[in-house]
């Protein structure tokens, strides 16, 4: 008896009130009258963990005892979101707890607003990787998530005179209940050095790589619930600390403060998240980054995870590393290191392991997010994973003389190793030559991907490439942050689709029902004033009752064209202030934009300061009658997401085609309910087909209209010269209305648009507008807009990261649920 694992408190108020005064008392150290909101908090969170705790535990040993191969998800990034909420609905809590407290005179949404989110991400890419862990322990899918354990996470916005300031993150502050530390399980990774090769009793040449400095890597442990099915899956995020060696031998000589600064040196791996996205800068730090996690998770994987005596040419059978773009790659060389340094495999085994334990996701097509790392830096952190580079170039390269003989030029091209503008490592390219399977993320994307990112690969290689649409889960982001809908869903079909939502289908013969229409309606009603008083109350903004609710919202680009947004909204403008449009004939609107930009990135912050500048502007002018506003929200995150995508009508999803690789905001707004004004480009290629053009406000050109534009010469000037409506926004921004007469202050955001736009956002605009005019029209006709609004929500159930991990699982990973 003392062996089992203790179970969890009773599934009942009492059971619940217990649990949680005792977390109070003992672990919070605090009696329930002096207790504050985050003592609360934190007992609240403890309590819920304890529920999870006998699932987790009883997870593990399922999973060991069945030797089930496992998908090990290795990504830099997890944007997660709030715990407490989608711990309470996967254990069934939310009721007692809400009752439970109450008792206690507690208010729950009191405390879970208290929770700061673990904003360990940039944008999609890692918030993709937090749906698919979740879709993952939903379906009974052994996985481990790796990543960072940032100590800083993705930097919190604020703005100051509508301009962009970075503040740190502090997510861990207030204390962090999600989390089990495992130092006994640290491990060691070496940096630096040099390699030795010797020849070993047998006559094998072996090497050795002796390295000049190392980190320990200690293991956060975070619970990863299934809804509702007892299974609670691992996510292992990494903290750097400096080793016991490393600081005793300095200070054995004394020199405390070079220990201390050693420490600080070790520790700064997993101090920080790195706010770019799109284009990596480089950075060695970011490189020790990418090699701390991947090897302490290797190591986790070989040395916990499987048995002793474990015979790793069988490696494949149990585990498949999923590789969440490029970043993690420098795994594939440490396998290779690994089977053939420490486990005396020779190339062609060790290759052939390595081969089928990795799979690779590609998520972007612009060619400056390809990570490169300088093979000097390379050489100089990991000199022997170099070598072992190349030497897997030399035998790929081997392999293309082969396959087309006398073509120097496609091995040149298709060569891991670039000369210019330096000699460096061209990450998508290993990643290709490693992996199994190279997937895109949308239709569109997978196959601009084999076509224009990797041809000479998908030519050699066909079966390789494949194609899995992203998706997202319907737990966090319907049933969850849209209770309203999801109860009136429920009313009409029941609950099934919360983990099978192609069920959502059902509710087509809804679209004509009244009673369904007019509760739906209530439901977006409800979701903004809900809007409406977060913002109040979160940033001083008043939303206007009775406007059409046009939201964009992603992190900041040029290529996603907020500027063509922009240009809307200043061109309505233009037009009434010209009187050219009378305030009565606008359709009350207020737009809203929610978008960090990467600190460095200049531009995109001009752009924010000039969305900010013309809220200002816009709102304050009593000519408009109120008809037209722009909300713009700092920091934007998963949170506000929650809060504002249910609340929204329009999404607005305008990329330039060809750029944007899927969009996952696209998908949680059609599931919401909203319509869809978007160009023809990642997803919203699938969100149309599936929804049905009458659904759905496309424009601009299509991907090979693009192409064609940009062989021809895109000449920006000929559309601001031949369209009235782009001159006279333009001319607008430039006559300083919105920076009090400084006709300077946003000179690069309007001579990047009318000169040298890589986005095209002008050729666009005559379009855009077209579908705005339609948008409006359909949205004075409430009955006729809700029907489509519904037809969204019915047609989107093939948008569940279920959905995704099924066609991955199938595809790329070969593995089953367990059940
Ligand atoms: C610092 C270097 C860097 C480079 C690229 C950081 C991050 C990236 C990512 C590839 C950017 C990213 O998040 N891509 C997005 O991935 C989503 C999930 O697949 C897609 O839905 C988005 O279209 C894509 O932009």
Not at 250 to 272: C, H, L, M, P
Not at 671 to 690: H, K, P, Q, S, Y
Not at 733 to 746: A, E, Q, T
Request: aromatic share 10%; net charge negative; with cysteine.
């Amino acid at each position: 008896l003392a062996l089992a694992p203790v179970g969890s408190p009773p599934h009942s108020v009492d059971g619940f009130v217990a649990a949680f005064l005792a977390e109070l008392n003992t672990k919070q150290g605090v009696a329930l009258s002096h207790s504050s909101t985050n003592a609360q908090y934190l007992a609240l969170a403890g309590t819920v963990r304890q529920y999870l705790m006998a699932r987790w535990l009883e997870t593990s040993r399922k999973t060991h005892e069945a030797k089930a191969k496992t998908v090990g998800y290795l990504s830099a990034e997890y944007l997660l979101g709030r715990q407490l909420g989608n711990a309470l609905m996967a254990s069934d809590l939310n009721e007692i707890a809400e009752k439970g407290l109450a008792q206690c005179g507690i208010d729950l949404t009191t405390l879970r607003n208290q929770e700061v989110e673990p904003g360990l991400g940039n944008g999609g890419l890692g918030r993709l990787a937090a749906c698919f862990i979740d879709s993952l322990a939903t379906m009974d899918v052994p996985c481990i998530g790796y990543g960072i354990r940032y100590e800083y996470g993705i930097f919190r916005q604020t703005f100051v005179d509508g301009r962009q300031v970075e503040q740190p993150d502090t997510w861990l502050a207030l204390g962090s209940p999600w989390e089990f530390p495992h130092p006994d399980e640290s491990v060691q990774v070496n940096f630096g050095g040099y390699t030795e090769k010797s020849v070993d009793a047998d006559g094998r040449e072996k090497t050795t790589w002796v390295p000049s400095w190392n980190v320990l890597g200690v293991p956060y442990n975070y619970m990863v619930p299934g809804y509702l099915n007892g299974r609670v899956n691992p996510l292992r995020l990494w903290s750097a600390q400096a080793t016991k060696a490393f600081d005793l031998s300095i200070f054995n000589a004394g020199d405390y403060a070079e220990a201390v600064r050693a420490q600080t040196f070790a520790e700064n791996i997993s101090k920080v998240l790195y706010p770019e996205d799109s284009t990596p800068q480089g950075k060695e730090l970011r490189l020790q980054q990418q090699y701390f996690f991947v090897a302490c998770s290797l190591r986790d994987f070989l040395d916990h995870e499987l048995e002793e005596g474990f015979d790793l040419h069988d490696l494949p059978s149990r585990i498949i590393f999923q590789l969440n773009d490029t970043h993690p790659v420098i795994a594939v060389p440490e396998l290779m290191r690994i089977l053939m340094d420490e486990r005396g495999f020779d190339w062609e085994e060790a290759w052939e392991v390595t081969h089928q334990c990795f799979a690779y996701t590609c998520h972007t097509l612009l060619p400056e997010a390809l990570e490169v790392w300088s093979t000097d830096l390379l050489g100089r952190l990991l000199p022997r994973h170099l070598e072992i580079i190349y030497g897997i170039n030399d035998r790929f390269l081997a392999e293309v003389r082969e396959a087309f003989p006398g073509d120097e030029l496609r091995a040149g091209r298709m060569s891991i190793i670039t000369e210019y503008p330096e000699r460096g490592v061209r990450m998508a390219y290993l990643a290709t030559v490693a992996a199994t399977k190279v997937n895109g993320v949308a239709e569109l994307h997978s196959q601009l991907l084999r076509d224009k990112v990797l041809p000479d690969f998908s030519a050699l290689w066909p079966e390789r490439f494949t194609n899995v649409t992203n998706g997202v889960t319907p737990r966090r982001f319907l049933k969850m942050a849209n209770p309203k809908l999801s109860d009136v869903i429920c009313d009409a079909i029941g609950s099934g689709w919360v983990t099978d939502l192609e069920r959502l289908k059902e509710l087509e013969t809804y679209a004509l029902d009244d009673d369904f229409l007019a509760a739906f309606r209530e439901a977006k009603d409800w979701n903004k004033r809900r809007l409406t008083t977060l913002l109040r109350n979160r940033d001083g903004i008043d939303l206007p009752d009775g406007h059409l609710l046009d939201v964009m919202v992603k992190r900041l680009h040029e290529y996603k064209r907020q500027t063509l947004k922009l240009l809307h909204v200043v061109s309505l403008y233009e037009q009434v202030l010209s009187g050219k449009l009378a305030p009565a004939d606008l359709t009350p609107r207020t737009v809203v934009f929610g978008a960090k930009a990467a600190p460095g990135y200049r531009m995109a912050k001009d752009i924010i300061h000039l969305i900010n500048r013309v809220a200002r502007t816009v709102n304050a002018d009593p000519c408009l009658e109120g008809r037209l506003k722009v909300a713009f929200p700092a920091n934007y995150n998963v949170t506000l997401a929650e809060k504002l995508i249910p609340a929204a009508d329009l999404s607005e999803q305008i990329s330039l085609a060809g750029m944007e690789a899927s969009g996952t905001g696209n998908m949680k707004f059609a599931l919401n309910g909203a319509l869809t004004i978007g160009t023809d480009d990642g997803a919203n290629v699938e969100i149309r087909r599936l929804v049905g053009d009458e659904h759905f406000f496309l424009f601009g050109m299509s991907e090979p209209e693009v192409a064609a534009l940009g062989a021809r010469g895109y000449d920006p000037g000929a559309y601001y010269q031949g369209n009235a409506a782009i001159r006279a926004a333009i001319d607008l921004i430039n006559s300083g209305i919105f920076s009090d007469g400084d006709r300077g202050m946003f000179e690069s955001v309007t001579m990047s648009l009318t000169h040298h736009d890589r986005f095209m956002a002008l050729a666009d605009f005559e379009s855009y507008v077209a579908a705005q005019a339609r948008v409006e029209e359909r949205y004075a006709d409430q009955e006729s807009w809700t029907r489509s609004a519904v037809l969204n929500v019915a047609r989107s159930g093939y948008f569940s990261s279920d959905r995704s991990m099924r066609d991955y699982l199938r595809r790329i990973w070969h593995t089953q649920p367990m059940l």
